[in-house]
């Protein structure tokens, strides 16, 4: 057993402790993020951090760092245009969906670098990924400082959602999730239990 205090994980190397603490909450699911510049310039990448906040209205959350302190072309782009895609990532195409965690001069698109295509769906402004069994249209509602680590909470509502098959868990038999940065896994469903109600 190994345990470790507050100044334990402090001392640890840089890259074992983000190694560390990445991975210290286990498998989470990946999701690539479609957007586009002001220059019209497709922009995808990688994020672990999507979450459902709410279905009425339908809002999810990741969370990014901010542009004013290292070039992040996604919250740039959709602070400007409000429009972006939440996608889904199947084994099928995870290492490409990896590549896209590579820093990107603005004017290259990932989708091309990384040997992804694009779909766009009904007019909508920002690009989906043409390979993902689950696409959603979002539309940026707000985004929440967090001081402590200098990122922020990106809040956005779905507005569009287009899914290969109309029965919800048919889409991710073949969903990959991630511990850390890089270790990718497939999920599996094991059971479904009945929703609790406990009798007054």
Avoid at 82 to 94: G, P, R
Avoid at 110 to 124: D, H, P, Q, W
Wanted: proline share 2%; glycine share 4%; aromatic share 8%.
């Amino acid at each position: 057993m190994i345990i470790y205090k507050k100044e334990d994980i402090d001392k640890i190397e840089r890259i074992k402790n983000i190694k560390l603490i990445n991975s210290i909450c286990g498998i989470r699911s990946v999701h690539l993020i479609g957007t586009k510049s002001n220059d019209d310039v497709s922009n995808l990448a990688i994020f672990s951090s999507v979450t459902h906040l709410g279905s009425r209205p339908p809002l999810l959350s990741f969370v990014s760092r901010p542009s004013d302190t290292v070039k992040r072309d996604t919250i740039t782009n959709i602070k400007q245009n409000k429009y972006y895609t939440i996608n889904s990532v199947e084994k099928n195409c995870f290492i490409k969906a990896h590549q896209t965690s590579g820093k990107y001069e603005s004017h290259i698109s990932e989708f091309t670098a990384c040997g992804l295509n694009e779909e766009y769906i009904n007019g909508f402004h920002a690009p989906f990924v043409d390979d993902s069994k689950i696409k959603l249209g979002m539309k940026f509602i707000n985004s929440i400082p967090i001081k402590e680590n200098n990122t922020e909470l990106v809040i956005g509502e779905i507005i569009f959602i287009k899914m290969h098959s109309s029965i919800i868990e048919e889409n991710f038999q073949d969903s990959v999730s991630i511990i850390g940065l890089n270790s990718y896994y497939k999920h599996k469903k094991i059971s479904e239990l009945e929703y609790v109600r406990i009798k007054k």
